[in-house]
């Protein structure tokens, strides 16, 4: 059954003796794991007419399950999607030219901001916490906990947990070969730029790799991964391989053809340190990508 949240309500009957997570993704098979147990979160399953959050609420045969038709979008929504949430994670797919936090030129105006005041609407006692960031001008999967004891939990073993970080960006020129890894030590100057440097003190590792999904009219469509988190380390690798990423003019672009940094984060998969279960939050390349290239 394909179930969307913006219909009426959905009834489905119990027909032997389960459990509530198992029995809904049986039911709802275009539906992931992660998606049914947002579902849940947001109190749109009942059991009997009882809205529940306990996916492992138990099930007899003659029992109904209702799927409860979302609410509409009211002022107090996020200004950009929700691509996952529970009792302890919010991610969202953050949108170009925003910040993921402040800085000493603005506060108020990033994602932090926002997604902290739109919880306290449900709670004034609500918070969120960075758990990673991305940079201003690259939109895409962004996740922040909802209790110290989770941020901590993640952090503290977010380079043993996760597995893979990755993007889509389109670059000025087709990288060559088609596929390959860049591997350098990215050193910062005192204007916040980096630069592909020698082994020391003050460099840092950076692993990049990307392959070539298309290209066409001197631009090309790449899938990105990187084995570690340096600031700009994508844009600078571009740079340095002579295909700067479309629209960054700070990293050697010489064009602009949406009227943004072309890159985007489009997957973030790691090991759930609370279930030890494999989970991946992914959010969908932005439409301009592809005009690029027609």
């Not at 999904?213 to 002579?242: C, F, P, W």
């Not at 494999?278 to 005009?291: G, L, Y």
Request: aromatic fraction near 6%; hydrophobic fraction near 35%.
């Amino acid at each position: 059954m394909k179930y969307s949240p913006r219909r009426t309500e959905v009834k489905l009957s119990v027909a032997e003796e389960t459990t509530l997570l198992p029995f809904l993704i049986a039911q709802l098979p275009d539906k992931s794991r992660n998606n049914v147990k947002s579902l849940l979160s947001r109190r749109l399953i009942a059991v009997d007419g009882k809205p529940t959050t306990q996916f492992d609420t138990p099930l007899v045969p003659g029992q109904t399950v209702s799927i409860l038709p979302m609410s509409a979008p009211s002022g107090d929504a996020l200004p950009f999607p929700i691509l996952y949430e529970d009792d302890q994670l919010i991610v969202v797919n953050k949108p170009a030219k925003l910040l993921s936090v402040g800085n000493e030129k603005e506060h108020e105006r990033t994602a932090y901001r926002i997604v902290s005041d739109f919880v306290k609407t449900r709670n004034v006692n609500n918070k969120i916490f960075v758990l990673h960031r991305l940079d201003r001008d690259t939109s895409g999967v962004l996740m922040f906990a909802k209790d110290p004891e989770t941020k901590e939990l993640f952090q503290s073993q977010w380079n043993d947990i996760v597995t893979k970080r990755g993007y889509i960006a389109v670059t000025e020129g087709v990288p060559k070969p088609a596929q390959d890894t860049i591997r350098s030590f990215l050193v910062e100057t005192d204007t916040h730029l980096s630069f592909s440097g020698a082994p020391g003190p003050h460099s840092k590792e950076a692993i990049t790799s990307y392959e070539v999904r298309r290209s066409n009219k001197g631009y090309a469509l790449v899938d990105i991964t990187i084995e570690t988190g340096r600031k700009n380390q994508i844009r600078v690798h571009m740079k340095e391989k002579g295909t700067p990423i479309a629209g960054d003019k700070q990293y050697g672009a010489s064009t602009n053809p949406i009227g943004r940094l072309c890159l985007h984060a489009s997957e973030l998969s790691f090991k759930d340190p609370r279930t030890g279960e494999p989970i991946t939050f992914k959010a969908k390349m932005p439409r301009d990508f592809n005009r690029v290239l027609r």
